[in-house]
C-alpha cells in the first residue's frame, strides 16, 4: 500500500510484539489494524449507499450527504483505501470511489476522494467528511441534493435546476440520440448522461478546471477517447449560464454536438485532429437543420468579406477555450466547412469512414495522409486545395 513505511531493523521486535499482542503498550490498534477496521466501514457505508439504506449510511458517519444520492440510480458503489494517516483517533483517508450508474455506465467511473475519520467511544472509525481528493474533480452531488429526470434515451442530473428545466434537457437529448444515430450509423450505446449545475463555477468544478476555461462554452463531453465498451459513459455537462443564452435551435445544436462526441468516442483516438471532431460534431448537429452556410458559419464569412482566405484547417491549439471568442468560432466552422465538403463531395458513407480511419491509427503522424488517401483518394495537399475554394464558393468571400 502506498505510504507504508518499512520497519528499522531496531524496530523489528517492537514489530513482532505488535503482531502478538494487537493492543500494543498503550492499547493502540496497529496501523494495519486500522486500515482493515476504516476498509470494513467503507464496505458497510458503500452497502448502505446501494441498498438505499439511511439509517445504516448514518451510522457510518456525515449522515447528511445520503441525501444527495438519494434519487441518483446506482448499480455499484465501492470505495478502495489507497492511503491512511493516522493520528491518534483521528485519521486521514485517501481512497478510490468507483461507482456506476444503472442502466447507463458499462463500467464503475473512478473519483478520487479524500475522507476525514475519527474513532468514537466505542472504539470504531467514522467518517467525518468526505471531499474530493486533490487535483480531483467534484461530483454532481459535491454540489448539493441531485435531481434525477429519465428520458427515453438517457438521463439528466441536475443540482440547484427546476424539474421543467431537466426536463427540457431529457427532451434535447431524446432528439438528439435519434439524429446522431442516422448520421453516424455506427453501434454506439445510444444513450447520454447530461449533468446540469447550478452555475458556470459549478460546471468548471466538475470538470476540475477554473471556470474561465468555460466560460462561453455551452457544453463539454467529458470520456477517455478510444474507449471501448468496457468504459464508463461519458457525461455531457452543461454551463447553464451558456446555455440560458441559445434559441431553441442553438440548445438542440449543442446537444447534438455533445452526443455525437458520445458516438464517436470508441473511434477518437491521439491520433484524430480536432478540425475532425469537432467538424464532424457540428456537421451531425447541423445536418437537417436548413440553415445555410452562412448561418452556420458567420465568423468564418466576415473573414472571407475581409478578403481573409484560411491558408490550412486549424491546429488543434486554435480549439483552445482561453483564446478569442471569433477565432475560436472560425476553427469550429472551419472544421465543419471541411466535413460538410467530405459529405457532399464523396458522400455522408466515407465521411464516416474517413473519420474511423483515421482514429484507427495510434499516433496522429501519417493517419489522417494514410485516411485520406485510402478512403478519399487525395492527398493532404489536394484535399486542402479544394477547401479552400468551397469556403469561398459556399459563403461568399473573394478574398485571394
Not at 116 to 143: F, I, K, N, T
Not at 245 to 260: A, C, F, I, K, W
Not at 297 to 322: H, I, K, N, Q
Amino acid at each position: 500500500m502506498a505510504g507504508r513505511r518499512r520497519a528499522s531493523a531496531s524496530g523489528a521486535l517492537a514489530l513482532c510484539l505488535l503482531l502478538v499482542f494487537p493492543a500494543g503498550c498503550g492499547g493502540r490498534p496497529a496501523a494495519g489494524t486500522a486500515t482493515a477496521e476504516v476498509r470494513q466501514l467503507l464496505d458497510r457505508r458503500a452497502a448502505a449507499v446501494l441498498a438505499g439504506d439511511e439509517a445504516a449510511f448514518a451510522r457510518t458517519g456525515t449522515p447528511a450527504d445520503f441525501a444527495r444520492l438519494r434519487e441518483v440510480p446506482l448499480a455499484a458503489w465501492s470505495y478502495e483505501v489507497t492511503r491512511l494517516e493516522r493520528a491518534g483517533d483521528t485519521a486521514t483517508a485517501d481512497v478510490r470511489l468507483r461507482y456506476r450508474l444503472a442502466g447507463h455506465d458499462p463500467a464503475p467511473a473512478t473519483a478520487g476522494r479524500t475522507l476525514r475519520l475519527s474513532r468514537g467511544e466505542d472504539g470504531r472509525w467514522y467518517v467525518g467528511s468526505d471531499r474530493p481528493a486533490a487535483r480531483s474533480a467534484r461530483l454532481p452531488w459535491d454540489q448539493g441534493p441531485v435531481r434525477v429526470v429519465r428520458g427515453a434515451h438517457g438521463i439528466v442530473l441536475g443540482v440547484g435546476q427546476s424539474d421543467e428545466a431537466l426536463r427540457g434537457f431529457a427532451g434535447l437529448a431524446d432528439r438528439a440520440v435519434p439524429a446522431v444515430d442516422d448520421a453516424w450509423g455506427e453501434p454506439w450505446p445510444r444513450r447520454v448522461v447530461v449533468v446540469v449545475p447550478r452555475s458556470l463555477r459549478d460546471m468548471a468544478g466538475l470538470l476540475g478546471s477554473p471556470a474561465s476555461s468555460y466560460r462561453g462554452i455551452a457544453a463539454v463531453t467529458t470520456g477517455g477517447t478510444g474507449g471501448g465498451t468496457s468504459a464508463p459513459a461519458d457525461r455531457i455537462v452543461v454551463n447553464p449560464d451558456a446555455y440560458g443564452l441559445l434559441g431553441p435551435l442553438g440548445r438542440q445544436v449543442v446537444l447534438t454536438h455533445e452526443t455525437t462526441h458520445v458516438a464517436t468516442r470508441s473511434h477518437t483516438t491521439a491520433a484524430t485532429p480536432l478540425w475532425l471532431s469537432e467538424g464532424y460534431a457540428d456537421w451531425a448537429a447541423y445536418r437537417g437543420s436548413g440553415r445555410t452556410p452562412a448561418q452556420i458559419a458567420p465568423e468564418l464569412s466576415r473573414a472571407l468579406a475581409a478578403g481573409r482566405v484560411p491558408e490550412a484547417l486549424p491546429r488543434d491549439g486554435d480549439f483552445g477555450f482561453t483564446g478569442d471568442s471569433a477565432e475560436l468560432a472560425r476553427a469550429y466552422e472551419a472544421g465543419w466547412t471541411a466535413c460538410r465538403m467530405i459529405a457532399e463531395r464523396w458522400g455522408e458513407a466515407e465521411l464516416g469512414a474517413f473519420y474511423r480511419a483515421v482514429g484507427a491509427h495510434e499516433r496522429r503522424e501519417g493517419a489522417v495522409e494514410e485516411a485520406m488517401a485510402r478512403v478519399l483518394g487525395t492527398s493532404p495537399e489536394e484535399f486542402t486545395a479544394r477547401w479552400r475554394e468551397y469556403v469561398r464558393s459556399h459563403l461568399g468571400g473573394r478574398g485571394r
